[in-house]
Each structure stands twice: as structure tokens, then as C-alpha cells.
């Protein structure tokens, strides 16, 4: 198994890179730093910890983590991986100043050996369900201790990874703690393989984010900008196939509150182009946020096309209540946690596989309401702007949810503080 293996990553890497080559004539960050993705790239300060984050989602649950360590060891070399360029472009936001950032590379031998010599860590961690079999490998030769952070691993995953055998079983036998999200987690990795001493429930570190020290004065600066009086709701991190159903739901929510405005951030950035055309074929009006504060049109639009990066939670603290893409179409869902803690009704669709703890937690405690199209998106929307107490009353239980499910972190730094 582990020769196929060997086999098909050394078959895919190439095909991988002219993929990336090809988006890159779109979105630069595929083709920038490509070298990295072959283990290449400059050294960094030896004896940090590296973290793996794949993308924007683990970048966030990665940030506290990043902070504590920062703040318990400020002299301690971190290096930040990320697999995609919207993470890496996160990643660099979030930690340009305290961390090396760049892109984990492809699974090969070679490139793995070579990324470990000018990274040299003394502790790796790994955020939720990254699994590969020659980077682990690789660290448990250079005796590197393995930390599952956040770990996850759904039933469907399970069955797939043990029908490959030893292949997956000794990757997760290599890890120093498995700290798995949730009970469920933990006997699914045990079952997979890691050691049951070494497996501990510790919790989503999702929940243990800070928001942004004046988050909410920026949220109504933009909604005094855009919306003024006027009812705002957000679509947020939307895939191809949802932007129809907003515009959908819009569509009713006018019909009730002619003013209401939709802001719709486009999950990826080479999607903006395509949803603004979408928008003008659909004879939509519309300002892109790119346009600049004083866009014309800007009090008559219906939509906001939100095209810029890492401004989605000032909207979100901006917004009367927010949908949370990724949801409607079955792409997994993204971060419910965000609006929730900022007391902002969630609705979502019924794909949250990705995180499918957070959106039980949230819809059993009725912080966050499914929604299963564009019509039922549209009329909860109306329903909740016509009734402030119940956007209120959602928020605040939305609030309470995610600070009563803090504390992963600490669990988390007492399991890897003695490999420091």
C-alpha cells in the first residue's frame, strides 16, 4: 500500500503544479512561492514549533494558539503552513509579524525531508484532520513529536482510511497527542490507530478565538457607510451554486423590506469576477466593495459584493443577521462561530459536515436556524428583521454558547507544554 501510495503522489505533484500554474494566471497566489510546495525555500530560526494549518478555517483555530505561544515563549521561532492561498494570505495577516509563513509541501519523500532541514522544529502541530503518511513519517525519524490539535475525523473518513491499511495507521501511531475535538473524535483515532494514552478530549479551539479589539465600532462605521437605516444582512463565504439562492432569498426579503440590503462574500477570490458578472446578467444593482466607500449607486444597491479579503467579520458585526455559506451546496460549511459570538442570528444550510460539532452545538441550543433553500433563507431573514427581540434572543444565545465552550486551549497547552 505504501508503494501505491508512493505511486500516486509521485503522479499527482506534477499534475498538482500546472494546475496551480494554470489558476495562477487568475489568482497569483497559486503560482507565487511555488517552489515551497517541493520542500524548497529559505531556512528559518531552528527549534520552533511549526504549525500546519490547511486553510482559512484552521488558520483561525490555529491563531490562539499562535498568541499563547507568542506570549509564553517570545523567543520560541514559530512557522506557520498553510496548504491553500486564501489560508496563506490569512496566515500572513494574522501572524506576519511573529511567525514564518509559507506553503506545506507536497507529500514526497524528498520534499518532505527537505522542508524538515530548513525548518528544523522542535515540536510540529497539526490542526484537525491533516493526515500524511511520509510527513509523519518523516518526523517520527527525525523524532520530531507529532501534535493532533483540534483533531477531527468523521465516521465516513474512518471507513476510507482503513480500507488503505497500515498505510494510515502508522501516521496516526507516530502522533506524541491525538487532542481530539470531541468523544467521538478521540475513539475514531483510537480506532485508526493512535494510542489511547496519548488521545485526550480536549475541545474546538475554534471556540477559543478573541475578536478584534474594535470590531464592533468598525461594524457600524461600514454599516453607517452602506446601510445606514436601511435592514443588512450578510452571506457569508458563499460557493458557486449559493449566490443563485441568496439572490433568491433577497428577492422575498425585498418584497417585505423594499430597502433591506445583501452583502455576499465570495468564499475564494477568483470568484469575484464571475459573481459580479453573475449579478449584472441578473440585472442585479450592485457596488463592489472594491470600488471604494464613496462607489456610486452605492444607496440604491441591493447587493454588496464584498471583493477584498479579511473584512467578512467587520460585516458580520456590521450585520442584523448572517448566513454562513458553504452550507447550501455540499462543500462542508464554514466558521458559524464568528457571528455567533458577535450576537448575530445564524442561519445555515444542512451541509456542515466540516464542522459538524459547532452546527449541532449551535441548532440544538437554537443559536444558529437551518435552512434548506433559497425561499427558507429568504423567509427567515424577513422573519427575523421584523422582529428585533428574536434577533436579540438568538444572539444572545448564539453569545453564551461560545463562551461556555471555551477552554481548549489550555487543555492543549498543558499537553504540549512538556515538549517544549
Not at 474546538?204 to 478573541?210: A, I, Y
Not at 444607496?299 to 473584512?311: K, T
Amino acid at each position: 500500500m505504501r508503494l501505491l501510495y508512493l505511486l500516486a503522489v509521485y503522479l499527482s505533484a506534477p499534475i498538482i503544479s500546472v494546475v496551480f500554474l494554470w489558476r495562477g494566471l487568475r489568482d497569483r497566489g497559486y503560482r507565487e512561492h511555488l517552489r515551497e510546495r517541493w520542500g524548497f525555500g529559505a531556512r528559518v530560526a531552528p527549534q520552533g514549533v511549526w504549525l500546519h494549518a490547511v486553510s482559512v478555517g484552521e488558520v483561525q483555530a490555529c491563531a490562539p494558539l499562535v498568541g499563547a505561544l507568542r506570549r509564553s515563549h517570545p523567543q520560541l521561532p514559530l512557522t506557520v503552513t498553510t496548504f491553500t492561498p486564501t489560508g496563506a494570505a490569512r496566515a500572513r495577516a494574522l501572524f506576519g509579524d511573529v511567525a514564518e509563513v509559507r506553503y506545506v509541501p507536497f507529500d514526497l519523500p524528498g520534499a518532505v525531508r527537505r522542508f524538515l532541514r530548513r525548518v528544523e522544529p522542535r515540536l510540529a502541530v497539526i490542526f484537525e484532520t491533516e493526515l500524511w503518511p511520509n510527513l509523519y513519517r518523516e518526523c517520527r525519524r527525525r523524532r520530531v513529536p507529532l501534535v493532533l490539535a483540534s483533531a477531527r475525523i468523521s465516521a465516513r473518513s474512518l471507513g476510507r482510511y482503513r480500507r488503505l491499511g497500515a498505510l494510515f495507521t502508522d501516521a496516526v501511531s507516530s502522533a506524541a497527542i491525538v487532542a481530539a475535538q470531541g468523544e467521538g473524535d478521540a475513539a475514531r483515532f483510537k480506532a485508526l490507530g493512535a494510542a489511547a494514552a496519548s488521545t485526550h478530549v480536549t475541545g474546538n479551539l475554534k471556540f477559543d478565538f478573541e475578536l478584534p479589539a474594535g470590531l464592533a465600532e468598525r461594524g457600524r462605521r461600514l454599516r453607517g457607510v452602506y446601510a445606514g437605516q436601511r435592514p443588512l444582512w450578510v452571506a457569508g463565504s458563499t460557493h458557486e451554486g449559493e449566490e443563485a439562492a441568496v439572490l433568491e432569498a433577497q428577492r422575498l426579503v425585498r418584497g417585505r423590506h423594499p430597502r433591506a440590503l445583501v452583502v455576499i462574500a465570495p468564499r475564494h477570490p477568483p470568484r469575484f469576477g464571475a459573481v459580479a458578472d453573475a449579478l449584472t446578467t441578473a440585472g442585479v444593482a450592485f457596488v463592489r466593495r472594491s470600488d471604494g466607500e464613496d462607489a456610486a449607486g452605492a444607496a440604491e444597491a441591493e447587493v454588496l459584493l464584498l471583493d477584498s479579503l479579511g473584512e467578512l467579520l467587520e460585516f458580520y458585526a456590521a450585520a442584523d443577521v448572517a448566513f454562513v455559506g458553504g452550507s447550501l451546496v455540499p462543500v462542508g460549511g464554514h466558521n458559524l462561530l464568528e457571528p455567533a459570538a458577535l450576537g448575530v442570528p445564524v442561519l445555515t444550510g444542512p451541509n456542515n459536515f466540516n464542522g459538524a460539532e459547532v452546527a449541532r452545538l449551535l441548532t440544538a441550543r437554537g443559536a444558529a436556524l437551518l435552512v434548506e433553500s433559497g425561499a427558507e433563507l429568504g423567509a427567515r431573514v424577513s422573519t427575523l428583521l421584523e422582529d428585533p427581540g428574536e434577533r436579540e434572543r438568538i444572539g444572545a444565545l448564539g453569545r453564551d454558547c461560545v463562551a461556555a465552550s471555551r477552554g481548549a486551549l489550555a487543555r492543549l497547552l498543558e499537553l504540549i507544554e512538556p515538549l517544549l
